[in-house]
Nanobody, 129 residues
Framework: QVHLVASGGGSVQAGGSLTLSCSVS?????????MGWFRQAPGKERERVAS???????????TYADSVKGRFTVSQDNGKNTLNLQMNNLTSHDTAMYYC??????????????????WGQGTQVTVSS
């Protein structure tokens, strides 16, 4: 059974930084799978932040939402089966619940959150101005 655990959220002032982590366990895949970070602010739809495909030998170049390009960086810690999201120069617009998600074996990263079958529990990020 695939299990994702997100951590690292917290409160920070505008301009500050946070690093989120998502640990993955129980995923037996044959080719590759997509890992992504999403966020959902109150009253808004869940939106993709960043995603990349992971295989046994490599990872793809991450893609980012326009709103976070140049400020957020996603990376994988292979040894720990962990996907990290480094967030810099945070603004109040980044305040949201952040979720990590894993896609289906052999599928490229979809854009829609509904296409991801596996989700972590979410970690809150609050940015004060």
């Amino acid at each position: 059974q695939v299990h994702l655990v997100a951590s690292g959220g917290g409160s920070v002032q505008a301009g500050g930084s946070l690093t989120l982590s998502c640990s993955v366990s129980g995923y037996t895949y044959s080719r590759w799978y997509c890992m992504g970070w999403f966020r959902q602010a109150p009253g808004k739809e869940r939106e993709r932040v960043a995603s990349l495909e992971i295989s046994r030998t490599s990872t793809s170049t991450p893609t980012y939402a326009d709103s976070v390009k140049g400020r957020f960086t996603v990376s994988q810690d292979n040894g720990k089966n962990t996907l990290n999201l480094q967030m810099n120069n945070l603004t109040s617009h980044d305040t949201a619940m952040y979720y990590c998600a894993a896609g289906r074996d052999g599928y490229l990263c979809p854009l829609s959150p509904s296409a991801f079958p596996y989700w972590g529990q979410g970690t809150q990020v609050t940015v004060s101005s």
